[in-house]
């Protein structure tokens, strides 16, 4: 839903949708009613051999906003800097008010769009979060128990709710879709009972997504309409096989596969640092017109239907941990440079500092890492049979443009010939992260390890949360 500024998003085949639509011209008017029964207390437990990092369930007082530690509130008609009307055409403006965004006291989070004489009103947040991604050989999981507006017919014209994720590396930049990602999990426009699953990527317009439609499919929900009661809807991001796969109710109905996508874009999507979680509902804009042919919201259409959101959960099975432990003990001779080392467990340091992370998992990085600047790890054992010949680390940068500098792994003492080293230059953010191999010279033993950080600039050019090494 974040095309670029001065495109159109949903150039929609219109043949194509206007033949869904003739297929649904029997649709009856149900109304503005809210239902908000069948909402779950809390989310349900992940399938078997999944965990869940991370929920909101929405249990709160009634008419009192989702909690700020996980969400951000959206406001006006774009980002500072960004495409005017969130780059889409909607016509709303998006509010904090609790007229618009509130729990309801059920368990749900509501969603309302208002009408307040011509001018229109809803509601956007997105997660504080943006690092949600698959541990590496693993299958990442965004979930959503949602039911959506429950109106249809000519009163639901221009009602487009929707629940998606962007790429990190958007925020902050608002020019670099659709290359960073957008998955859409659900989205709906005019009131039909369908939910479209759609892939957005590449470049636009055109590319390997057939942007502005991206690569997209739909289906009827199962049993009750999409509109009338809450489904489940589901998006799997499989790294084993490098494909994504959208679900309904447990019903598979879209999969793109890297082969469709092709390189480099498949990597510009997926080698970043995560995706953040949006839900929203829009009135007007592309998709809704594009489907219907014509200009929405009209006069018929009916303002106060909203979208309940049960829960949302993120989940990831398989591969290594998405984060590494929080610590590492720095006990000497007692480190396994295979095992994962964090930062801030160093034994000496020079130049460096603390921070808490916004990586997944929390804990500390160490930051403000310039030319000079080195930490010690005693002890660290590679072992006495293959030998290391690489190593990872997790960075992040910031820093401006023309800014670079190398990690370097040093044997012994701070001023040694490097082993090995990267290259590191601006990742999107001081917290934008990014795992980054480099090759070392063949290791065995127990050393001290230094890192250290060698720049042409005297400016900072690096935060770095953990490292490890590899056979």
């Known amino acids: 839903m974040s095309p670029p500024s001065g495109s159109d998003p949903r150039k929609i085949n219109k043949t194509a949708r206007r033949a869904l639509i003739a297929g649904s011209s029997a649709l009856v008017l149900i109304g503005a009613s809210i239902v908000t029964t069948n909402a779950n207390a809390s989310a349900p437990p992940p399938p078997s051999g999944w965990s869940t990092v991370w929920t909101d369930d929405f249990v709160g007082s009634a008419n009192t906003l989702p909690s700020s530690a996980n969400w951000i509130i959206d406001t006006g008609t774009s980002y500072p800097g960004g495409p005017a009307n969130w780059g889409t055409g909607e016509i709303q403006t998006y509010t904090n008010q609790t007229r618009n965004l509130a729990l309801d006291g059920n368990g749900n989070l509501r969603i309302t769009p208002l009408r307040d004489g011509n001018a229109w009103t809803s509601a956007r947040i997105e997660s504080q979060r943006s690092n949600f991604k698959p541990p590496a050989g693993g299958l990442l999981a965004i979930e959503g128990r949602i039911q959506m507006p429950n109106i249809t017919g000519n009163a639901a014209l221009g009602y487009w709710p929707a629940f998606w994720a962007l790429g990190a590396p958007y925020r902050g930049n608002y020019q670099n879709w659709p290359g960073i990602g957008e998955f859409d999990i659900m989205e709906n426009v005019n009131g039909i009972n369908s939910v479209w699953g759609v892939l957005h990527c590449g470049v636009a317009p055109g590319g390997p997504c057939n942007e502005f439609n991206g690569i997209g499919a739909s289906r009827a929900c199962p049993g009750s309409s999409c509109q009338s009661a809450f489904h489940t809807y589901r998006f799997e991001w499989d790294t084993t096989v490098n494909q994504l796969r959208w679900y309904v109710d447990g019903q598979q109905f879209h999969t793109v596969s890297q082969s469709q996508v092709g390189e480099p874009y498949w990597t510009q999507m997926t080698s970043h640092a995560g995706y953040f979680i949006l839900l929203n509902v829009a009135m007007g804009g592309g998709f809704p017109n594009g489907v219907s042919g014509i200009s929405t919201p009209t006069s018929a259409t009916v303002p106060g239907a909203s979208m309940l959101v049960d829960y949302v959960t993120v989940q990831t099975r398989g591969g290594g941990p998405t984060t590494p432990p929080s610590s590492n003990p720095p006990n000497p001779g007692n480190r396994d440079a295979y095992g994962t080392i964090q930062a801030e467990s160093y034994n000496a340091q020079n130049g460096t500092q603390t921070e808490n992370t916004t990586d997944s998992g929390g ?109």
């Open 363 to 471: 804990g500390q990085n160490i930051g403000w890492l310039a030319n000079g600047d080195w930490v010690r790890f005693d002890g660290v054992n590679f072992g006495n049979g293959n030998p290391a010949r690489t190593f990872s680390a997790r960075v992040a940068s910031g820093a401006a443009g023309g800014v670079s500098g190398l990690v370097e792994v040093r044997l012994g003492s701070p001023t040694a010939a490097p082993i090995g080293s990267f290259a590191i230059a601006n990742t999107g953010g001081w917290q934008t992260w990014r795992t980054v191999p480099g090759s070392i010279a063949a290791t065995t033993g127990t050393h001290t390890v230094y890192l250290t950080f060698t720049s042409g600039q005297p400016a900072d050019f690096v935060n770095l949360n953990w490292f490890t090494f590899s056979r």
